[in-house]
């Protein structure tokens, strides 16, 4: 079955720089490609997703990149803010397929002030 | 619009009582999904339902848990004579269709 790995397990970053976090996934199946954010005691938020027919997503100050061949894909958050403070999850799963999420990890992001 | 709704949000029960937990998936949304998030760790799958079936069931342990979707109402996650191992936060989440998946605010279970 899948298998999700995500690094780094946490992450300090001062607070205007950027934050990266990585994940590998071992089924070439795999077509979707969510990451999620989650604040203590809350449920994870989706904050962006990316599908396998291409490479790069933006949204405002979040990225992710997905590099099919390799069987990795990034989150990039730019300009970080105290607000970005969180735990990530990266997840990977198979459209209209097996459909269950298989999570990472988890990254604790803490951006410094 | 509301969104994924969980009840209760804390449950605290002994060895042996039962626990149900309830989610009701975004309107409009007829898939479920239900996972277990142990403290530190990620979540992990256990079960997949659509109205009135079970899809995937193949992350929920054989014995005393059940899951069901009825054609009316919330979808019920139900462990029988819990152990202190089942403390866990449980999360659902709902898609409209074999898609992008919305997580509710999670039950934290404590067994005593």
């Known amino acids: 079955g899948e298998n999700v790995e995500q690094h780094p397990s946490t992450l300090s970053v001062q607070e205007g720089d950027s934050a990266v976090i990585k994940c590998t996934y071992s089924d070439s199946a795999s077509n979707y490609f969510p990451w999620y954010k989650q604040e203590l005691g809350k449920g994870p938020q989706l904050i962006i997703d990316i599908r396998s027919n291409v490479g790069e997503k933006k949204d405002q100050r979040i990225a992710v990149t997905l590099n099919k061949t390799a069987k990795h894909f990034s989150l990039h958050i730019t300009e970080t803010q105290p607000e970005d403070s969180a735990v990530y999850f990266c997840a990977a799963s198979i459209i209209q397929g097996a459909q269950k999420l298989v999570f990472g990890q988890g990254t604790r992001l803490t951006i410094n002030p | 619009n509301a969104g994924v709704m969980q009840n209760p949000r804390h449950l605290v029960r002994r060895r042996g009582q039962e626990a149900r937990l309830r989610c009701s998936p975004v309107k409009g949304h007829s898939h479920v999904y239900w996972y277990r998030q142990l403290p530190e760790e990620g979540l992990k799958f256990m079960v997949y339902l659509q109205k009135e079936n079970i899809i995937d069931e193949s992350g929920m342990p054989k014995e005393r848990f059940s899951a069901e979707f009825p054609k009316e109402g919330p979808s019920i996650l139900r462990i029988q004579q819990v152990v202190r191992g089942d403390s866990a936060a449980y999360f659902c989440?709902?898609?409209?269709?074999?898609?992008?998946?919305?997580f509710g605010p999670g039950t934290r279970l404590t067994v005593l």
């Open positions: 989440a709902s898609s409209p269709a074999r898609d992008t998946q919305y």
